[in-house]
């Protein structure tokens, strides 16, 4: 079966309806408690690259059960409706696509880190590296 629509198409879709932060804004708002930074990064990117300090890992297979609060797997971090959640992945594309599936499960707190984890490496953002 042919493929309609790639992933090119489902992350431009995704980016158009979304909020998306620097690398700057996202540090700005997590240092000033607006926001939670949520890693959905793969656990094997986060031994590799090393983690984002204070972030809170939520490996993209498992959002949106742990999102939601009827799931067995829910996971309390989620339930503050004061903060902004802003994902990032490796390189922004899965966050784009996670922030779009979110905001369709009612969610309107959540954004993504342009460029994801790359992006704030590149822009000398603090990483913690595994021992």
Not at 32 to 58: M, N, S, W, Y
Not at 86 to 102: D, E, N, V, Y
Request: charged content about 25%.
């Amino acid at each position: 079966m042919p493929i309609t629509k790639g992933f090119k198409k489902l992350v431009e879709e995704a980016m158009s309806q979304i909020t998306t932060h620097s690398v700057d804004e996202a540090r700005r708002s997590a240092e000033a408690g607006k926001a939670t930074l949520i890693d959905i990064r793969d656990i094997r990117e986060l031994e590799q690259g090393g983690r984002v300090p204070g972030a809170f890992h939520a490996p993209r297979g498992m959002l949106e059960f742990w999102v939601d609060p009827d799931s067995p797997y829910h996971k309390p971090v989620f339930a503050n409706e004061d903060t902004e959640f802003i994902l990032f992945c490796g390189a922004g594309w899965r966050s784009a696509l996670a922030t779009k599936t979110l905001q369709d499960m009612g969610m309107t707190n959540v954004a993504h880190i342009e460029g994801g984890f790359g992006a704030w490496k590149e822009s000398g953002a603090p990483v913690e590296k595994n021992n």
